[in-house]
T-cell receptor
Framework: NAGVTQTPKFQVLKTGQSMTLQCAQD?????MSWYRQDPGMGLRLIHY???????DQGEVPNGYNVSRSTTEDFPLRLLSAAPSQTSVYFC??????????????FGEGSRLTVL | AQSVAQPEDQVNVAEGNPLTVKCTYS??????LFWYVQYPNRGLQFLLK??????LVKGSYGFEAEFNKSQTSFHLKKPSALVSDSALYFCAVRTNTGTASKLTFGTGTRLQVTL
């Protein structure tokens, strides 16, 4: 059981480049979300989705784009990378069948450096 | 708006001693409260949650947490710490009307357990 899989694990970009962080889950979870983790700031929600075809903005959505064409996948796109987007990114999922009580399953993280 | 505060950046405790990691919360409405643990270079793992009912909730690895409505606190506790408990601990909150994807996390507390 793979759970939540994120790729790549590490990436270095130059300012202005674009890229996509991939996230896939095999638990048939309805809810998926992206967080970024920065020292001293905890985790901050970027975007989230409550089901295929439905996405919404979190706390820090600027500079990021998402789509949810299938239940399994929730890619995060950086449109024009900036040094402020240097961070560790986590994808998470949870099941509405659990009552939506918020037990999130996290991927291992993707460490992004923007030069 | 919802928020959590973890007032201690780091907690140091000797193995075998009891440990407490503090968390206070602020929500409008009834809170759903969570503790997650992050080991080095890993994603977050769910430890325990409070939804309703008994104020003392038990979770994984011998951890428990006490919900105190009057003090708006949800402190994480363990009667006897292990060196392997050393990790980064996050408190999180959402309201009972929010979605499972929209957790608000604290800034984290690093627990260091020494021999």
């Amino acid at each position: 059981n793979a759970g939540v899989t994120q790729t790549p694990k590490f990436q270095v970009l130059k300012t202005g480049q674009s890229m996509t962080l991939q996230c896939a889950q095999d638990m048939n979870h309805e809810y998926m979300s992206w967080y970024r983790q920065d020292p001293g700031m905890g985790l901050r929600l970027i975007h989230y989705s409550v089901g295929a075809g439905i996405t919404d903005q979190g706390e820090v959505p600027n500079g990021y784009n998402v789509s949810r064409s299938t239940t399994e996948d929730f890619p995060l796109r950086l449109l024009s990378a900036a040094p402020s987007q240097t961070s560790v990114y986590f994808c998470a999922s949870s099941s509405r069948r659990q009552g939506g009580t918020g037990e999130l399953f996290f991927g291992e993280g993707s460490r992004l450096t923007v030069l | 708006a919802q928020s959590v505060a973890q007032p201690e950046d780091q907690v140091n405790v000797a193995e075998g001693n009891p440990l407490t990691v503090k968390c206070t919360y602020s929500v409008s409405g009834n809170p759903y409260l969570f503790w997650y643990v992050q080991y080095p270079n890993r994603g977050l793992q769910f430890l325990l949650k409070y939804i309703t009912g008994d104020n003392l909730v038990k979770g994984s690895y011998g951890f428990e947490a006490e919900f105190n409505k009057s003090q708006t606190s949800f402190h994480l506790k363990k009667p006897s710490a292990l060196v392997s408990d050393s990790a980064l601990y996050f408190c999180a909150v959402r309201t009972n009307t929010g979605t499972a994807s929209k957790l608000t996390f604290g800034t984290g507390t690093r627990l260091q357990v020494t021999l």
